[in-house]
């Protein structure tokens, strides 16, 4: 049996039922899925080189359909205020159909892994109807060595068939859409759907269930390695500068969105990036829009010009335009996707309030309480009817994809950070001198010089405050930075309006942190905010 190429259905993949396929392309390479996906007329070549597929009405994914079998192993395992239940019953009937429905089509197979690291790693075989969505898969996550393919082995399987229309009635979900995850038997069934991001975010959920369990932190961030081995996490929600600010020419890259923290340091779930590229330019991120150049990436509903020359900056499909790519193809990118325990860790937040400070030190009481809150903010007109800074709060900078409690993953990340001594800071790349409308975006040069202080170890020595609102450790003035903006409330003209913003986003806080008291410790609750208007 040849390792590529066109393999007896009733072979590879009658164990989940899908002898019925008229051909299945295993592990097509690149270039055959460039051939594929334009003769079946799914994908278009640009003027570069890369692939430009469309997704139709999906242009993200669809949480409000995504459902994981409630089963006498899931039961009491599943954070089921944040994850919505199908039975196993209605689970049959959907895979049934999805397999009657794959019968006499062409399908792609790729058998790849999540996770970086052998004794912790998810071997995947990914089911694709489209060519493309093969390919994507085949550059989000890590490829075996070809010598291994012939005895590989799937712990999970991911069936992507977005032809399929889910019956409500019949199988117990909400739409036609449906992202259902039998967590037990290591399957997951997405219909109804073209948008690639659901099968790599499917990876991410079942290693979030598997990995606590075995001591492992999973982590949705990114993260890098200075040249003396200084690792570092960047959490952060979408617009708070994650993928921007984990990018330095003078570190190397782990990875941009998926970790995992094991006892032998951190760890990279995937071998590729998916990367937004609404108003990319080469010159803001040159390596990213270097990716977008070449033949081998994916493009998802960016506009194409008549010469078919990508325009980033038309955001008439969506916001949400997205290019996938290999790790490989980022100059600085790490070819193991591993590094050693981190030294550092970073919470990203885009304060549109103005209140919190650029900067600032935590204990791991008060990581644990902004690792559970994983608060940012949107601004007006990035959503409608968004028209005043309104607060987000996505539990382990995550919600979305996490089936466990957050405490659990929470409990764990304290316990991590302890037993390594990692040093904690939130760093805020909102806004200063004003709420959004008022103030001023905080200067990108102040947060690298700020970020750049911070991984180097050189804020240990300094003159630190505590803030009076949150309670945690700001530093009064560092080298190169303007000793303004350390401080919001001095940056605010109105004393009165800053302290107002400040009492609101308090209590933001507090509300939402009380469906956590009770799962977390004294400590922790005690890293709780509570204004203390500053004086005069």
């Given at each position: 049996?040849?390792?590529?190429?066109?393999?007896?259905?009733?072979?590879?993949?009658?164990?989940?039922?899908?002898?019925?396929?008229?051909s299945?392309?295993?592990?097509?390479?690149?270039?055959?899925?460039?051939?594929?996906?334009?003769?079946?007329?799914?994908?278009?070549?640009?003027?570069?080189g890369?692939?430009?597929?469309?997704t139709?009405?999906?242009?993200?994914?669809?949480?409000?359909?995504?459902?994981?079998?409630?089963?006498?192993?899931?039961?009491?395992?599943?954070?089921?205020?944040?994850n919505?239940?199908?039975?196993?019953?209605?689970?049959?009937?959907?895979?049934?159909?999805m397999?009657?429905?794959?019968?006499?089509?062409?399908l792609?197979?790729?058998?790849?892994?999540?996770?970086?690291?052998?004794g912790?790693?998810?071997?995947?075989?990914?089911?694709?109807?489209f060519?493309?969505?093969?390919?994507?898969?085949?550059?989000?996550?890590?490829?075996?060595?070809a010598?291994?393919?012939?005895?590989?082995?799937?712990k999970?399987?991911?069936?992507?068939?977005p032809?399929?229309?889910?019956?409500?009635?019949r199988?117990?979900?909400r739409?036609?859409?449906?992202?259902?995850?039998?967590?037990?038997?290591?399957?997951?069934?997405?219909?109804?759907?073209?948008?690639?991001?659901?099968?790599?975010?499917?990876?991410?959920?079942?290693?979030?269930?598997?990995?606590?369990?075995?001591?492992?932190?999973?982590?949705h961030?990114?993260?890098?390695?200075?040249?003396?081995?200084?690792?570092?996490?960047?959490f952060?929600?979408s617009?708070?500068?994650?993928?921007?600010?984990?990018a330095?020419?003078?570190?190397?890259?782990?990875?941009?969105?998926?970790?995992?923290?094991?006892?032998?340091?951190i760890?990279?779930?995937?071998?590729?990036?998916?990367a937004?590229?609404i108003?990319?330019?080469?010159?803001?991120?040159?390596?990213?829009y270097?990716?977008t150049?070449?033949?081998?990436?994916?493009?998802?509903?960016?506009?194409?010009?008549?010469?078919?020359?990508?325009?980033?900056?038309?955001?008439s499909?969506?916001?949400?335009?997205?290019?996938?790519?290999?790790?490989?193809?980022?100059p600085?990118?790490?070819?193991?996707?591993?590094?050693?325990?981190?030294?550092?860790?970073?919470?990203?937040?885009?304060?549109?309030?103005?209140?919190?400070p650029?900067?600032?030190?935590?204990?791991?009481?008060?990581?644990?309480?902004?690792?559970?809150?994983?608060?940012?903010?949107?601004?007006?007109?990035?959503?409608?009817?968004?028209?005043e800074?309104?607060?987000?709060?996505?539990?382990?900078?995550g919600?979305?994809?996490?089936?466990?409690?957050?405490?659990?993953?929470?409990?764990?990340?304290?316990?991590?950070?302890?037993?390594?001594?990692?040093?904690?800071?939130?760093?805020?790349?909102?806004?200063?001198?004003?709420?959004?409308?008022?103030?001023?975006?905080?200067?990108?040069?102040?947060?690298?010089?700020?970020?750049?202080?911070?991984?180097a170890?050189?804020?240990?020595?300094?003159?630190?405050?505590?803030?009076?609102?949150?309670?945690?450790?700001?530093?009064?003035?560092?080298?190169?930075?303007?000793?303004?903006?350390?401080?919001?409330?001095?940056?605010?003209?109105?004393k009165?309006?800053?302290?107002?913003q400040a009492?609101?986003?308090?209590?933001?806080?507090?509300?939402?942190?009380?469906?956590?008291?009770?799962?977390?410790?004294?400590?922790?609750?005690d890293?709780?905010?509570g204004v203390k208007?500053?004086?005069?």
């Open positions: 049996m040849e390792k590529f190429g066109v393999h007896n259905p009733a072979t590879e993949l009658a164990t989940v039922g899908l002898g019925g396929a008229a299945v392309r295993y592990n097509f390479s690149a270039a055959a899925l460039y051939e594929e996906a334009i003769r079946r007329g799914e994908a278009e070549l640009t003027a570069q890369a692939l430009r597929a469309l139709g009405q999906h242009t993200g994914r669809s949480p409000r359909d995504k459902f994981v079998v409630r089963d006498a192993n899931t039961d009491g395992e599943i954070w089921w205020d944040n919505k239940p199908i039975s196993p019953e209605h689970f049959a009937l959907l895979r049934e159909d397999l009657a429905h794959a019968a006499g089509k062409e792609f197979v790729q058998d790849l892994v999540g996770g970086a690291e052998q912790h790693a998810l071997p995947t075989r990914v089911v694709t109807e060519a493309w969505h093969s390919l994507f898969i085949r550059n989000l996550l890590i490829r075996p060595e010598a291994a393919l012939p005895t590989f082995v799937p999970l399987t991911i069936i992507d068939l032809s399929f229309k889910a019956d409500p009635a199988h117990g979900c739409s036609e859409t449906v992202i259902a995850c039998d967590l037990s038997n290591g399957l997951v069934l997405i219909g109804g759907t073209s948008y690639a991001g659901e099968m790599k975010k499917s990876v991410f959920t079942v290693l979030n269930y598997l990995l606590p369990a075995k001591g492992v932190m999973p982590m961030c990114s993260a890098n390695v200075g040249p003396d081995g200084d690792a570092a996490v960047f952060g929600l617009g708070t500068g994650k993928t921007t600010l984990s330095d020419p003078a570190r190397t890259l782990i990875g941009d969105d998926e970790h995992g923290w094991s006892e032998n340091g760890f990279n779930f995937e071998g590729g990036c998916y937004k590229t108003r990319l330019s080469a010159e803001a991120e040159p390596e990213i270097a990716t150049q070449r033949f081998g990436t994916v493009l998802e509903n960016v506009v194409l010009n008549e010469g078919r020359e990508p325009n980033f900056d038309d955001g499909l969506t916001e949400n335009t997205r290019c996938a790519y290999p790790m490989h193809f980022i600085n990118a790490s070819e193991t996707g591993r590094a050693g325990h981190p030294k550092t860790i970073i919470m990203l937040t885009a304060d549109a309030f103005g209140v919190m650029p900067i600032a030190r935590l204990t791991p009481d008060q990581a644990m309480y902004h690792f559970l809150s994983g608060y940012t903010a949107k601004v007006a007109g990035t959503e409608k009817g968004v028209v800074p309104e607060a987000t709060f996505s539990t382990c900078f919600a979305p994809f996490m089936p466990r409690h957050p405490a659990e993953y929470g409990n764990l990340l304290k316990e991590l950070i302890s037993r390594h001594g990692v040093q904690c800071w939130l760093v805020n790349t909102g806004w200063t001198g004003g709420a959004y409308g008022t103030g001023k975006r905080m200067p990108i040069k102040a947060t690298r010089a700020l970020l750049a202080a911070a991984l170890g050189e804020l240990g020595n300094v003159e630190f405050r505590a803030d009076p609102n949150f309670g945690f450790a700001v530093p009064v003035s560092v080298k190169g930075v303007d000793g303004s903006i350390l401080d919001p409330r001095s940056t605010w003209a109105d009165a309006a800053y302290d107002a009492e609101k986003l308090v209590s933001m806080f507090i509300a939402n942190f009380a469906k956590f008291e009770s799962h977390v410790d004294g400590g922790v609750r890293a709780a905010p208007v500053a004086a005069e």
